[in-house]
Each structure stands twice: as C-alpha cells, then as structure tokens.
C-alpha cells in the first residue's frame, strides 16, 4: 500500500490508506499545511508591495543605498514565497511535465520562474524592472484561490459522506437457527461473527459469510467486476458485497467490520469518482488545447516584444501568461458537477454514475414502475377467496396463509410481505413445516415443496404462488375466477393434484396505495418529458392506477415481464428518446441498465439499485423531481461557466500581449475570473426547485 501511494504522490495527487479515521486526518493535516503556506504566501505579499511601495510612485529622491536596499529587501521576502509557498504549484508543473501533459500549472510556473529570475538578475545588476511584488501577489493570491476552492468542495463533499456514514443498512438475524428460523431486523452493523442471517433474493450480503442451508447464485459484479453469477452451495463462501439473486438462503457471518455492506455501497457510491461525464472530458481537452496555444502566444509576445521594446518584454509576456484562465475553463464542469452530487446528497439522491446529471437534463421521457415505486411498499391483503379444493383439504384462511408465507419466506416482493403480515394478523406461526426445492420466477411468483402438511404429516406436496397463469400453468377459466374488484392485485396459491394438474387453493385480493405525491409528481414531470408506466400487474390494476395519477392510457404497459420491460424501452430509445427509468424490484434491474439514467428506488432490491445511476434513498418522490430540476439546473450553470471562460480569454489575451495590462492588474483579474467560475458552480448548493405542491421558493 506504502508503494502504491508514493506511485500515485509522484503523479501529482492525494492518496491515503483506507483505514479508520486515516483518510480523514491525513486530510486535514494536508489542509493546515496548505492553509499555513497560503498565510505565510499573503504575509510576504504584504511586505513585499511595501518595499515596491517607492517604486510605484517613482520616487526619484531615493539615493543608491536605499534603492539597494528596498531591491535586495524584496528579493528576500520574495524567496520564501518561491521556493516554499509555491512548492504545491511547482510540484504540480513537474508531475505534469513527467506525464509529457500540459496542465494549469505549468504556464503559471513558468510566469513565476520569469518574472522572478529576471527581478533577481535586476537586483544584481542595480537596474532594470522588478516584478516581486507580481510573484508574491500572484502565489499568495492563487494559492487562496485554490484554498477556497478546495474548502468549497470539500464541504460540498460532505453531504455525500454524510449519506453514506449516517445510512442505517439491516439484515435478517435468525434468532435460534435452526431450532427455529424467526428473524428479526437489525443494523447490519451490529451483526457479530457467528451470527445466522437469512438473506432474500435480490439482497447484498451484508458481511463475509459461510452459505449453511440452501442453494443459490450470487453476483459478485460489484467486487471483482465478474459479471456471471456463480454458483453457491452448503459450505461455500459469501463474500460482502456480493448479491443473492436467486433463492432465499441461510448463512454464518465469518467476519465482520470493514468488509460490511455498507463498505460495499460507499465502494458502490466512489465509482462516481471514476468517471467523468463527456461534458467534462470535453472542457479538460479543450482546457489542454488552450494551454499549448497559449504557451505558442506567449512565445511569439516573447519575439515581438524582445525586437520592438526588449525592456517590456518580460513584463509583457508575463502579464500574458498570468491573465489567461485556464483555470476558469478547466474548473467550469468538475466544480458544478461536485456541487450538483452534493445538493442531490442533500435530497437523499445518491448519485452512483456521475455523467447520469447531464444526461438526465437531456431526458424526454420518464418511465415508472408501478409497485413499490409509485405506490408504497407494503400492499394490503383484502380477500381470501377459498376454492372447493382448499375446503375439502379442511384449508381455512389461516392455513392457506400459512402455506403462502411459507413459499414467500424469501421474497421481498409487496405481495409477499402482504401475506406475512395478514398471517401475523391470524396470530399464526409463519413457518409451519421445511421447503425443499423453493424456486423463485423472477416476474412470476414461487414454487416449492413442503415436506409434510397439517393434513398429511408425511407426505410431500408441491405447491405455486404467484400470478394466475404461472400458478395454474395455464390460463384460468372465466368460471373458476372469483369476482374481485377491479384495482385489486391477485395472487393465486395452487397445488399439484395427484393427476399432475395445478388446481386452485386459494385467490388472494390486494390492493396497494398511491405513494403520497405521485399524481404531483406526474402533472409536474409531464410539462418536460413524455411520462409512461410499466408494470407486471394485470391491466385492469394498471389502468386504474394510471387514471389515479393522471396518466394517458396510451403510456402504459401491462402485464410486463423484463423482458417485455427492457424490450419496450430499447424499441422507445430506438425512434429518439432518451429515457430515465425508475423501478424498485429484482425485475426491473435488466431494463435499469438498459435506461439512459436508471434511478433506484433505495428501498427495493440492491441489485436494481447496483445497475443504477441514482438511488432515491428516501421514500418522498419529491426527490426525483429536485433531482430532475437540479440536473437541468447543473447543465445551466456549466454553459455558463464555459461561457464566462471562453469570453474572459478572447479579451483578456489581446489586451495583455499588446501591453496594455500589468502583472498586477492580470494577477488580480485571472483569480477574479476562477473565482466567478467557481461562485457560479457553487449556487448549486443554494438552489431550491419548487417542488409539486409547495409555495415559491428563493432560488
């Protein structure tokens, strides 16, 4: 680790080691240092415009010694200020230069190196012009520039840290494994080695675990970028991080601490420190082009002015080194796009794909999922309807929902959760006999087999929960639907008859509610972008629900599997549209990574969110839209910034190569220009979209 950072020191950046607290302190040990040589930067300036003090009004009563002696004086205060203070700016230039890359700090070294060597041979040689107090005003002045900026970023920084160390991640702790298997939810944090957990599908592992009972498959995308999931049986290792995503199973924590699930998800959330968006890379070349151009003018103001009025040369092409921004333009995107994760942080929007801002400014079309993420999380079960064959098993309410959460143990899906809690009502014991050969349809449902039933303790009995047809294997009949009011969920629980046949157990009716805010959502979204609704559930649910929420019958989808989800989105991306997709379940990962920007919602399953670009990490739906304005918001303030930085240059670099600016004057007018540009970027953090349903607020 020693080695790798000291690699990464000599290219120019920061590296820590991932250990408690060590990022943090290096960080601001780092800051006090740099805070100190700003100070020490702004000391020297002072004195030094002190000394020049005489110089500035051409004092021409000043004999030989005093001038020797304000000379020789600057020039002392001048040294620490080059050879300490601007070490940060030097050690920048040199990296640069070994990556044979032309950055901002290599045309600023050389205006230092110029302006300083010419002063000194000026002092030796008792004549000639000194630009000192041009050094010490342009270091102290951009090395507080710089100190701010990075200040400003930093706390900007802290609202997605703060996300990140305050975010509460649960798992499912079995209480007396395997005498019993209730489970009760914990922070996973608080999960200690040897401890039992059950783990659904669709879930991350929460700590390095040993697989005790069950069988699955696990993606491990996240951790070494594999993406095959890879089979796991009895006895094999789960590491943290990794997703479940077949069946429920049990597991032994192996080890705990920093290998949690919520290591996993901060490694999950710094990927966005990995990428740039194309807006970014753009403002970077062209920040490089700008560079080589303007070392190419500085050579040719160098040439004209040594053959016209060699003694304002130097003075010139040092004014036109330092009164070009390429700072400004390099600072234009990245600055915004700190503040813009920062200000949807602060929304609860974890922005995992950093290019997902710009391109979610540019989206046209917005598609929901319907359960989960439109509606809450938790549906209500209305009716039971009994079939003839439930009866004459002697199955009343109670037993078919035993049998039903019992095949559901492992799901999250709100149906799922649904039964259980109906059970719980029934004051009833959830888990009533062992499954073997649980499966879960994604899109369908369950099946499994139990071995053993109230009614037959020896017997195996194979049974399905899930959607009609997948339950009956079949279409059901018009006769053996019961009448269940329209806008209501069904789930069916079959068996398989001794003849081979899936006969109905049991229908259950749900119904699930509005998520508080969503027509608002909808009426607002709409005055922008295309708005559609995809869903799993049957149409009449569906279209009751759209005309809820205000939605036109054309824009939905039922009936949906992921395939028919990610095909329909393809076919729309295919006739121009640039979708953002938004979606809870393990259903709706393959179409979330097909989206131009997948939103997750935080509560649902972490492999939809692991194929996302944004996590809303709350339940408030105001929150997608604040990060739909903020995006568009964040694109305005970059257009600006790159604005702002190239009219600056086009009439700051005339201006100085003809000699009409000062080094003090281009010192002081470059670091006014970043700091327009990054005051600019930061209004980010001070906007406030007017969310739907909520008075005008300051922008």
């Known amino acids: 680790v020693e080695q790798v950072i000291e ?4 290219l120019g950046y920061h590296a820590y080691a991932e250990a408690a607290n060590a990022m943090g302190e290096a960080e601001k040990k780092n800051q006090r240092r740099e805070l100190f040589r700003m100070l020490v930067a702004l000391f020297l300036m002072m004195q030094s415009m002190m000394f020049m003090y005489p110089y500035y009004f051409q004092h021409t009563d000043m004999d030989m010694s005093a001038d020797a002696l304000m000379r020789w004086s600057n020039l002392l205060l001048t040294i620490p200020s080059v050879f300490y203070c601007a070490i940060p700016i030097f050690r920048g230039a040199w990296a640069e230069w070994r990556l044979k890359k032309i950055g901002m700090d290599t045309p600023v070294t050389i205006a230092i190196w110029v302006a300083f060597i010419s002063s000194t041979i000026a002092v030796i040689r008792g004549q000639g012009h000194l630009y000192f107090d041009s050094v010490t005003m342009f ?34 702790r079995v209480q007396d494994y395997p005498a019993q298997k209730n489970t009760d939810l914990i922070p996973a944090d608080e999960l200690q080695t040897g401890d039992v957990i059950f783990i659904a599908s669709g879930e991350v592992i929460p700590h390095d675990a040993e697989l005790i009972e069950g069988q699955t498959a696990c993606s491990q995308a996240l951790l070494t970028g594999e993406s095959v999931p890879i089979t796991k049986r009895v006895g094999d290792t789960l590491l943290a991080g990794s997703m479940n995503i077949e069946q429920g199973i049990y597991a032994r924590i192996t080890q705990s601490g920093e290998t949690s699930e919520l290591a996993a998800i901060e490694r999950l959330a710094h990927k966005a420190a990995l990428h740039k968006p194309a807006l970014a890379l753009f403002a970077e070349k062209a920040a490089r082009i700008f560079l080589y151009g303007l070392l190419i003018v500085s050579a040719l103001t160098a040439v004209y002015w040594g053959m016209h009025n060699p003694d304002r040369a130097v003075e010139v092409v040092v004014s036109v080194l330092i009164i070009t921004c390429p700072c400004a333009l390099a600072l234009a995107v990245p600055t915004v ?20 801002i710009e391109k979610l400014a540019k989206v046209n079309q917005y598609v929901f999922d319907k359960t989960g993420t439109l509606t809450e999380d938790v549906q209500t079960l209305n009716q039971i309807h009994l079939t003839e064959a439930a009866r004459a098993q002697q199955l009343d309410d109670t037993k078919v929902l035993q049998i039903a959460a019992t095949l559901e143990a492992a799901s999250r899906h709100p149906i799922a959760l649904a039964l259980r809690k109906a059970l719980q009502d029934h004051n009833a014991a959830e888990r009533m006999n062992d499954v073997t050969a649980m499966e879960l349809i994604v899109g369908q449902g369950v099946k499994g087999t139990l071995n053993g039933t109230l009614k037959d303790p020896l017997g195996e009995h194979h049974y399905r929960i899930g959607k009609p047809p997948f339950a009956l294997n079949r279409l059901p009949n018009p006769a053996e639907t019961p009448a269940i009011e329209q806008g209501n969920s069904v789930a069916v629980l079959s068996e398989q008859a001794a003849d081979g046949q899936w006969q109905a157990l049991a229908w ?108 809303v990490q709350s339940s408030d739906l105001n929150d997608i839209y604040a990060a739909h304005m903020i995006a568009r918001r964040t694109q305005k303030l970059i257009k600006e910034n790159l604005l702002w930085a190239v009219l600056y240059n086009i009439i700051a670099i005339p201006l100085a190569a003809f000699g009409m600016v000062t080094p003090i004057i281009a010192t002081l007018g470059m670091l006014a220009s970043s700091m327009i540009v990054v005051g600019n970027s930061l209004r980010i953090l001070r906007y406030r979209p007017n969310l739907p349903g909520q008075t005008s607020t300051a922008h």
């Open 337 to 356: 796009m700190t503040a813009a994760q920062s200000a949807l942080a602060e929304r609860h929007v974890l922005v995992i794909q950093p290019e997902a």
């Open 139 to 172: 270091v102290g002045l951009l090395l507080t520039v710089r100190y701010i900026q990075n200040r400003a970023l930093s706390k900007a920084g802290l609202y997605l840290n703060n996300v990140l160390q305050h975010q509460r991640l649960f798992a499912e």
């Open 7 to 10: 690699r990464i020191e000599k």
């Open 508 to 615: 259950f009716a749900l119904s699930d509610r509005t998520r508080a805010g969503a027509p608002e959502l909808i009426r607002e979204l709409q005055k922008t972008a295309d708005i559609a609704l995809i869903s799993g559930d049957k149409t009449d649910v569906v279209q009751g629900f759209a005309q809820h929420v205000g939605l036109n019958a054309q824009n939905i989808v039922a009936n949906a599997q992921p395939q028919d989800k990610l095909n329909w989105v393809t076919e729309r991306q295919k006739q121009g549209y640039r979708i953002a997709m938004t979606g809870d379940g393990l259903n709706d990962a393959p179409v979330l990574q097909q989206a131009d920007v997948a939103i997750a919602m935080g509560q649902g399953a972490s492999l939809a969110q692991v194929q996302a670009d944004m996590v």
